[in-house]
């Protein structure tokens, strides 16, 4: 099921964990056992992509059987990223079906420090 309106703030340069609670469309939890799960944040002024996270590379199944997945964003993700508001989503496959699971927008606030 895609979790509409999935909206956060953040500070360029800070680390942030995006934990994502992942169910089916009639709200069972869905097992993240095995599971590839991609996470992009898109520029929609720009059309390009900012930052691309994957399965070992960024997002953990930090409870596969509980349906959660972790994303990971470090300081170095974000520090030269301009201020604005960036789309993201979330995709997860698992035994071969593909389902977004989380749209939304991040607003990246400037450092000042």
Known sequence: MTKKAQN???VA???ADIVIAVTASN???K???GA???WTLYDD???AFVLNKTTGGGVTVTDGPGGVCT???APADTVTVAPGIYYHECEVTVSGIVSTVLIGHVTILATKV
């Open 71 to 73: 994303v990971a964003l």
């Open 13 to 15: 340069g800070d680390h």
């Open 36 to 38: 590839t799960i991609k």
């Open 8 to 10: 956060l703030e953040m």
């Open 31 to 33: 097992n993240l056992t």
């Open 45 to 47: 002024a720009n059309g």
């Open 27 to 29: 709200g069972v939890i």
